[in-house]
């Protein structure tokens, strides 16, 4: 397979002009590539649909001209003032407190986040946001900007990028591909990237991420475009370098991008077109002066603000741990975090959308007392397209060696920032995968589709296999930033959300039909309480899951094969806020049918419900000798063990 772009080929052919072959090979690629590009231009029209839609179907419309409270916000007032800091002044409280970074006592001041440093309180975010998209949209008159928009024209920005950047090397190396396979690598990029995940709860966090995604695929392509196009122009590796710079200043971790600076000024230098020494040396430094300039700015600010060029905050974070005696960037962190970037498991459930992320699974190594991970699913579980990441060193061995190169320095580069994420804190978080899961996923698609077997039968194998990898891939994607980080569409628009859950009930009801039973499949409580061993959360119903009843309304969800009466029991404890005598009374609500029982401590909870076929949303509250306990998230019985049994059918 050949492994120049179509117009080397016509640069490179002979002094007589190329043959009437030639001609035709030239023709077919253009017209191939032409496919290839129309197919990923609509392919990025219906992401950027979908992703405008995830950033705003959680109750958050997008508003101009109207005032933003977000961080990103008040840092652009803050430099609008001529001032690094936030315009919100510290509370003399917080600063008299004998320590202001105790989470306990700074927890009522609602500046979570935020660094506090001498009287004044700064973002541990990077800057970039605001001189790149917050301040220019203030320019052209549009008022503060939403922050849900900036996510979304960050991700939908930077998957342009992606999408170019990957069809940049196909015509590189592969410029036979089809359009179909281009098509959906273009898929895997738009939907397994954890973007959409990113975008179900766009806030300063996600704006961050979302702003160096952007930059570093703008950096990728526009280094890679003065890299492997005809006229490698000079000013292509100025505006990559410059983009990947800007990228330090929204997410300091791809500071790590460095060592891929030299890398490319090094090659630079070697595909110089002409090869004077003077053509060479302006490309070296149109590489590496702009990402310099830029970093150097970044360290600027840091100083000014910290007194140090390589903090960013962290270290005075009013956050939920006291970052005075919780140690930073410890080698006991990498291993976790590795194995949950990584291998942490997601969950199948009955409950749209089907495919959760379940509590941290539990890390066989051992981690730091002060490691406290969040939900996260292992991108081998999430996106198996990775695995053709194996089939780089095979590139090496063949004719395609330099594209094995492109595909490791990707991966090494998503590596080390896995590493280096990994190193600086004790947790890992799902919306960090982001960083570097879209480096890996290029890297997949182009091993996946150079991987060309010699034989029809296995050839057609590893398509149809790396095939079916990008489509549950992008299942999973898609589910996942349907349910976000803590379901913000379900918690606030439930209107839509139950509209968009009715299109899909006939999945769990064909499911519970074939099994011939009914399925507590999700109760609604942000207090659940997890099991310790996590082999006990039911693959499709709640399991082992420990809920507060508190005299507000849970919601349990249930999946009946048929109509009729079904004894809803489990067990239940008395907690610490209920009153120690008396009877605790259970409410149990179906439709407009409501049923009223005393509970029994000793037998647990058994109550007869008329269920309907398919799902049925079922209301519980609990009150004491009829009475509601003081406050209003008091809570009553802890209830564990939930099942549903049929009785009699009607």
């Known amino acids: ?116 440093y001498h009287g004044h309180l700064y973002l541990s975010w990077g800057p970039t946001p605001v001189v790149t998209l917050f301040i220019p949209w203030r320019v052209l008159g549009l008022g503060p900007l939403a922050a849900n928009l900036a996510a979304f024209i960050y991700s939908a920005v930077g998957l342009a990028f992606a999408l170019a950047l990957l069809e940049l090397l196909i015509a590189r190396f592969l410029p036979l591909t089809r359009p179909l396979k281009i098509a959906l690598g273009g898929l895997a990029l738009a939907t397994s990237s954890v973007v959409p995940y990113l975008l179900r709860r766009p806030s300063v966090y996600e704006d961050s991420i979302s702003c160096s995604y952007c930059f570093v695929f703008g950096g990728l392509y526009f280094l890679a475009l003065g890299l492997f196009s005809v006229k490698r122009r000079t000013l292509w590796l100025f505006v990559g370098s410059a983009s990947l710079g800007l990228a330090v200043g929204a997410r300091f971790e791809t500071l790590i991008f460095g060592v891929l600076i030299l890398a490319v000024a090094w090659l630079a230098s070697r595909r110089s077109p002409g090869r004077t020494r003077a053509r060479r040396t302006r490309r070296i430094i149109a590489v590496i002066v702009p990402w310099s300039a830029c970093v150097l700015l970044v360290f600027a600010y840091n100083f000014a603000r910290f007194g140090n060029p390589l903090q960013i905050g962290s270290a005075y974070q009013l956050a939920g741990y006291d970052p005075t005696k919780t140690p930073l960037y410890q080698m006991s962190y990498v291993a976790p975090g590795l194995y949950y970037y990584f291998f942490a498991p997601i969950r199948f459930t009955l409950a749209f959308p089907f495919i959760a992320l379940p509590p941290p699974a539990f890390y066989p190594g051992g981690t730091p007392a002060v490691y406290a991970p969040e939900v996260a699913g292992g991108l081998l579980w999430t996106t198996p397209i990775l695995v053709m990441l194996f089939g780089a060193t095979w590139l090496l061995r063949r004719r395609l060696a330099e594209l094995g190169h492109v595909v490791l320095m990707l991966s090494i580069s998503a590596m080390a920032l896995v590493f280096l994420i990994s190193l600086g804190i004790f947790s890992v978080t799902m919306r960090y995968e982001t960083d570097f899961a879209s480096l890996l996923v290029v890297g997949a698609v182009l091993s996946w589709i150079a991987w060309r077997p010699s034989k029809r039968v296995a050839r057609f194998a590893v398509n149809v296999v790396g095939s079916l990898m990008i489509f549950y891939g992008a299942l999973v994607g898609v589910s996942l930033s349907v349910s976000g980080p803590s379901d913000q569409m379900q918690v606030s628009n439930i209107q839509g959300y139950q509209s968009l859950e009715s299109k899909f009930t006939f999945i769990p009801d064909l499911i519970t039909k074939i099994e011939g039973r009914a399925r507590v499949v999700r109760v609604i409580d942000p207090d659940v309480i997890y099991p310790a061993d996590l082999s006990d959360y039911g693959t499709y119903d709640v399991g082992s899951l420990r809920f507060t009843f508190l005299q507000d309304h849970e919601e349990i969800d249930i999946i009946a094969p048929d109509a009729g009466v079904y004894t809803l029991g489990s067990h239940v404890e008395r907690t610490a806020s209920a009153p120690e005598k008396g009877p605790v009374e259970i409410y149990i609500q179906v439709g407009k049918w409501i049923s009223r029982s005393v509970l029994s401590y000793e037998q647990g909870l058994s109550v007869r419900v008329n269920l309907r076929a398919g799902l049925n949303r079922v209301y519980a509250w609990v009150t004491f000798a009829g009475k509601q306990p003081a406050g209003a998230s008091a809570d009553i019985v802890n209830v564990y063990g939930l099942t549903v049994r049929r009785l009699v059918s009607r």
């Not at 117009?7 to 032409?34: I, K, M, Y």
């Open 1 to 116: 397979m050949t492994g120049v772009m179509i117009d080397e080929t016509l640069v490179e052919g002979s002094s007589n002009g190329p043959s009437t072959t030639e001609t035709r090979n030239v023709d077919a690629h253009r017209s191939r590539r032409r496919d290839r590009v129309l197919v990923l231009v609509l392919l990025w029209a219906l992401a950027s649909s979908f992703y405008i839609w995830t950033a705003t179907s959680s109750g958050n419309p997008i508003v101009f001209h109207t005032p933003q409270g977000d961080y990103y916000n008040q840092l652009a007032n803050g430099f609008l003032d001529g001032e690094l800091s936030i315009p919100t002044v510290p509370p003399l409280s917080l600063l008299e407190l004998r320590d202001p970074y105790n989470p306990v006592a700074n927890g009522s001041y609602g500046l979570h986040d935020l660094s506090l």
